[in-house]
């Protein structure tokens, strides 16, 4: 900026935040400088602050120059500040009288509230700028009589100046501004060749009027020169700025993109040759159908052309086959546009969720799962409040999720009934281990049952234990069949004991009679 003349250059994003200030000097915006900033990006074109806009500081005499930056992305567009010191060029151009003169200059001002303020060094006192003012109800200075509508803008003025010398003057406004430029001449030089010859009188004064004319006509011509050059420099900025998001693309992750109005590339990152396994130059210049399968073409140009057509931001989910594979992309677009608002392309970011639509699929099936397993399923967190429950878990007990938010019935009956019992289950939770067992439980209505619970915790990602997750199994009649099993186990045990004795009982009574059968025959 310093080789451009510039004392400072600064840029602010579409919020008109300082992004960067490469100057010595690092202010607070002035209220001045960020309404001219508001009206660049409005007008998209050049506004001019200054010199000294009200509010800084110092007070210093300084230009800024406000040039909108072109809107590439999404939100309002940025500016540059360019600041330049109106000593180095403005006030030496001013001093440059086109005919040799001991009275004649021409000078800058402006209204400030109230005041007329000099806006320029003055001739007959140095270091006038910002500092020369007075009351513009009370001053006869040829400007200040243009302010007050006293005289018009253009024609020859007689008055007295700021040395409270009498002076002929013209006054004109500087385009684009609000300053003034007074070009004067004292009324005696102006007459005194009058004096000799009075036939020049008249001459004199035209050419005293031609020359004052000439020099406010010089002033406005290099003013115009002076904002076309900053133009350029202002567009050799833009090139500048693409740069700098041309290498944020670049070394961005996300596949980052922009096309013309008939879906031609006109940027194609790092990530999206990888994505797509083509260099940017084979792109540029191409669309879509260069890169996908027809249907996969069609789908993408199509989003393409509803942003364009909508004028705003959407986000959309395209499928895409890639260098690996089906790839799920979120992909943000929006209207590209020109300086003058017009819509000349789309831009676009795509991130791959694949990984993430993978893992919600998952969530998925595993939500599915917990809900409509057969087996009650409670999440609670370290001070037993029930933050989830599934079904079969209102099912089992009979409470209902309004029941639930209340608190925790069961743990407070728990507490009340079998205090040990808690706090065992409490502790072994805090200090990550599991807790299994049997207990008797109440529904709602007051029914007794048997439940199976399982205790176990849930660690965060940093292996914090967080929460609880309690499984629970209602085995009343799990319970009731075993007993029945085991009551017949019993019946029949005692059957076959029955039927042993008294298969003994027919044994020892036949041996018996054998003895007896013996015993009759060896008396015989």
């Known amino acids: 900026t310093q080789a451009l003349g510039f004392t400072e250059a600064r840029v602010f994003d579409g919020a008109l935040q300082s992004l960067r200030g490469p100057g010595a000097e690092v202010q607070t915006p002035t ?20 010199p000294a806009p009200a509010g800084v500081a110092d007070d210093r005499p300084r230009i800024d120059i406000v040039v909108p930056l072109l809107k590439t992305q999404v939100g309002e567009r940025g500016v540059v500040v360019l600041r330049e010191d109106p000593g180095h060029r403005l006030y030496p151009m001013l001093r ?19 005041e007329v303020v000099a806006l320029s060094d003055l001739r007959f006192q140095a270091e006038a700028a910002l500092r020369k003012r007075a009351p513009l109800a009370e001053a006869t200075w040829p400007v200040a009589l243009v302010l007050q509508g006293r005289a018009a803008i253009g024609e020859v003025i007689e008055t007295r100046d700021y040395r409270g010398v009498r002076v002929l003057a013209v006054v004109r406004r500087v385009a684009g501004t609000d300053w003034l430029v007074e070009s004067k001449i004292d009324r005696e030089e102006a007459l005194a060749p009058a004096r000799a010859q009075v036939a ?52 961005s992750s996300d596949v980052i993109f922009a096309k013309d109005r008939d879906g031609r590339y006109l940027l194609f990152n790092r990530a999206a040759s990888l994505a797509t396994g083509r260099p940017a130059r084979e792109v ?10 027809p249907e996969q073409a069609d789908m993408v140009m199509a989003h393409d052309r509803q942003v364009m057509s909508d004028g705003r931001v959407r986000t959309f989910e395209e499928v895409l086959h890639t260098t690996a594979g089906e790839v799920v992309y979120l992909a943000t677009k929006g209207p590209l546009r020109d300086t003058q608002g017009r819509v000349i392309g789309m831009f676009g970011i795509s991130r791959d969720i694949t990984a ?16 409509q397993s057969p087996s009650g399923v409670l999440i609670m967190d370290l001070d037993g409040r029930i933050l989830y429950a599934n079904e079969a878990w209102h099912r089992i007990t009979g409470y209902t999720p309004a029941d639930v938010r209340q608190g925790n019935p069961r743990l407070l009956r728990l507490q009340a009934e079998q205090p040990a019992l808690a706090l065992q289950m409490n502790q072994l939770m805090r200090a990550g281990q599991t807790w299994r067992g049997e207990l008797r439980e109440f529904r709602k209505d007051g029914q007794a049952y048997t439940e199976r619970l399982v205790l176990s915790p849930i660690r ?34 005692e059957m076959v004991e029955e039927r042993s004795r008294a298969l003994e009982q027919a044994m020892r009574a036949r041996s018996e009679q054998e003895r007896f059968a013996l015993t009759v025959a060896d008396n015989l």
């Open 96 to 114: 440059a009288w086109p005919v040799a003169s001991d009275s004649a200059e021409s000078s800058l001002w402006h209204r400030r509230g109230q």
């Open 356 to 371: 993430r639509r993978q893992s919600e699929h998952q969530l998925r099936q595993l939500s599915l799962a917990v809900e």
């Open 31 to 50: 209220e001045a400088l960020m309404q001219a900033a508001r009206l660049a990006r409005q007008r998209g074109e050049p506004q001019v602050v200054g």
């Open 460 to 493: 965060d990602e940093a292996g914090r234990i967080v929460q609880v997750l309690a499984i629970e199994e209602d085995i009343t009649e799990q319970k009731q069949n075993l007993a029945e099993l085991e009551r017949h186990r019993h019946h029949l045990m």
């Open 200 to 251: 020049w009188i008249g001459g004199s004064g035209l050419v005293l009027l031609v020359a004052a004319l000439a020099a406010v006509w010089l002033l406005r011509e290099r003013e115009r020169l002076r904002l076309s050059l900053h133009e350029q420099r202002a567009e050799a900025d833009r090139l500048r700025t693409l740069g700098l998001l041309d290498a944020v693309a670049e070394s």
């Open 284 to 293: 540029t210049g191409h669309d879509d159908r260069l890169l996908f399968p």
